[in-house]
């Protein structure tokens, strides 16, 4: 079983930027990918990045594009999300999740991290 653990978030100002961490543990031989998502209140879960664990590919989200990248570090077992150029429209819950059988779903979560974007 893996573990999932955020990290990283909190109070910038607009234009600011953050790292949040995902610290994975447990059975990580299983990662096949970690993906960053965030909740804004009443809004559906968004899928914003995404990176696989052995081949580093990324992928980020048409509405982060150009601001946030995405990345791991295979011997740390940890996956990032940089944050650059914040908006307030940014301020959501983050949640990193793993894909642990291969099957392009998400069946680990970690338990989330806020991020708030002040004017």
């Known amino acids: 079983q893996v573990h999932l653990v955020e990290s990283g978030g909190g109070l910038v100002q607009a234009g600011g930027s953050l790292r949040l961490s995902c610290a994975a543990s447990?059975?990580?031989?299983?990662?096949?990918?970690v993906g960053w998502f965030r909740q804004i209140p009443q809004k559906a879960r968004e899928l914003i990045a995404s990176v696989t664990w052995h081949g580093g590919t990324t992928t980020v989200s048409d509405s982060v594009k150009g601001r946030f990248a995405v990345s791991r570090d295979i011997d740390k077992t940890t996956a990032y999300l940089q944050m650059n150029s914040l908006k307030v429209d940014d301020t959501a819950v983050y949640f990193c999740?793993?894909?642990?059988?291969?099957?392009?779903?998400?069946?680990?979560w970690g338990q989330g991290t806020q991020v708030t974007v002040s004017s």
């Open positions: 447990g059975s990580t031989r299983n990662l096949y990918r």
């Open positions: 999740a793993a894909d642990t059988d291969a099957a392009y779903d998400y069946d680990v």
